[in-house]
């Protein structure tokens, strides 16, 4: 089964507008955590944002938020006022359990910012 | 500066010719993995290491060999690579969890783009 699902092969959005880029999970562990990636075009992969389980505020770092909703699994990634560099690759990842340091990802949303 | 070295950035070859992607961490990390990235599957471990002489298979394995003889250094071996082979690769590594806050995340190097004809 699949573990985190990204349904949004694709999004477009207009600079200075707020896009909303989902992720869905399964886990059956009380303890994990949930990590955004952003990959450019030059293809590195850059470290967004993180989630824990057990955290009772959504995460935020600067123009990034995450939208944790853990009854529903998910843990939506919010990109407020968007810049054309904001035109990426987005991955969500888990950590599940106490004894792995593994991180398993979904299958990414493509970010198209428009002028 | 703190940073996960791959090497080559790119790679072109031929099936059944013997190949190594060098990765190389600065951090003292214990953990080191590989994934292979391939359109519409995201990123996938192929093996793993928790620390020096410690390997593991991780989701797609096979056709790959690793090494943990250091620390820093978590090459990548492909013995006899096939065209299925061909992606882009990401080594990784990281404190190993229970010695770091859970929000620990995953150093990636620059990625190695590999074509096998």
């Known amino acids: 089964a699949q573990k985190i699902t990204q349904t949004q092969p694709g999004m477009f959005v207009q600079e200075k507008e707020a896009v909303t880029l989902d992720c869905t999970y399964d886990t059956s562990d009380q303890s994990y955590g949930l990590f955004w990636y952003k990959q450019p075009s030059s293809g590195e992969m850059i470290f967004l944002i993180y989630?824990?389980?057990?955290?009772?505020q959504n995460a935020t770092e600067g123009r990034y938020s995450l939208n944790f909703q853990k009854a529903r699994k998910s843990a939506n990634l919010v990109i407020s006022a968007s810049q054309l560099g904001d035109s990426a690759m987005y991955f969500c990842?888990?950590?599940?359990?106490?004894?792995?340091?593994?991180?398993?990802f979904g299958t990414g949303t493509r970010l198209q910012v428009f002028p | 500066e703190a940073q996960v070295t791959q090497n080559p950035r790119y790679l072109i070859t031929v099936t059944g010719k013997k190949l190594t992607v060098t990765c190389s961490q600065n951090?003292?990390?214990?953990?080191m993995s590989w994934y292979r990235q391939d359109p519409g599957l995201g990123l996938r471990q192929i093996y793993y290491s928790m620390n020096v002489e410690v390997t593991d298979k991780g989701d797609v394995p096979e056709g790959y060999k690793v090494s943990r003889k250091e620390k820093r250094n978590f090459p990548l071996i492909l013995e006899s690579p096939s065209p299925n082979q061909t992606s882009l690769y990401f080594c990784?590594?990281?404190?190993?969890?229970?010695?770091?806050?859970?929000?620990?995340?995953?150093?990636f190097g620059s990625g190695t783009q590999l074509s096998v004809l």
């Open positions: 990842a888990m950590r599940e359990g106490y004894n792995t340091d593994k991180l398993i």
């Open positions: 951090m003292n990390h214990e953990y």
């Open positions: 990784a590594s990281s404190f190993l969890r229970d010695r770091v806050p859970p929000n620990e995340k995953l150093f």
């Open positions: 989630q824990g389980s057990y955290d009772e």
